[in-house]
């Protein structure tokens, strides 16, 4: 008899502190990052970048409207830098946009979101350097440039 009061109580302390918030590791949600061009994991960048060997390109002043651990949601402005006369002296040309971040992958220890889908906002297109058409619906890249 003492035995199984000893193991009822066990199982009363467990189902407690399962009630207590307290949830094992395999049910708790794994949280999901950004590697923009090596420098990193980072959750909600404010800007993410296309082009990394001279950042021409890209997406800033970006604002998540959800990020869960497998997409995220947000928008914010995309950049070009036209090249015209050279990169050096080009013109940059911005458009306001919406950003996903998509194609979980577990990688260097991390759940990162490898995609990036830029479109224009809605009933708009890309404002876009004229010497560089057509110009594109969307922009989809992979972030794959790992440090270390």
Same mark, same amino acid.
Request: a positive charge; hydrophobic letters at 35%; proline letters at 7%.
């Given at each position: ?14 189902? *407690?502190?399962? !009630?207590?918030?307290i949830a094992p590791a395999a049910t708790a949600k794994t949280p999901s990052y950004f590697?923009?061009?090596?420098? *990193?994991?980072? +959750?909600?960048? /404010? ?8 950042? *021409? ?9 959800? &990020?869960?651990?497998? /997409?995220a949601k947000g928008t914010g402005t995309y950049y070009i830098n036209g090249c015209t006369?050279?990169c050096a002296a080009g013109s940059i040309y911005k458009s306001s946009v919406n950003v996903?971040? !998509? #194609? ?5 220890? =991390? ?9 224009? +906002? ?5 404002? &876009?350097?004229? =010497?560089? #058409?057509?110009?594109? +619906? +969307?922009?989809? &890249? ?5 440090? *270390?």
């Amino acid at each position: 008899m003492k035995r199984s009061a000893s193991i009822a109580l066990i199982a009363v302390l467990l189902l *407690g502190t399962a !009630s207590e918030g307290i949830a094992p590791a395999a049910t708790a949600k794994t949280p999901s990052y950004f590697n923009d061009c090596g420098l *990193g994991p980072v +959750k909600k960048p /404010s800007s993410v970048i296309q082009y990394c060997a001279d950042g *021409g390109a890209g997406v800033v002043n970006i604002k998540w409207s959800s &990020w869960g651990t497998t /997409s995220a949601k947000g928008t914010g402005t995309y950049y070009i830098n036209g090249c015209t006369p050279s990169c050096a002296a080009g013109s940059i040309y911005k458009s306001s946009v919406n950003v996903l971040l !998509s #194609k979980l992958v577990k990688t260097h220890g =991390k759940n990162y979101l490898m995609n990036v889908t830029v479109t224009p +906002k809605a009933g708009k297109q890309f404002v &876009w350097p004229p =010497k560089m #058409k057509p110009i594109p +619906k +969307k922009i989809i &890249w992979t972030s794959d440039m790992w440090r *270390g």
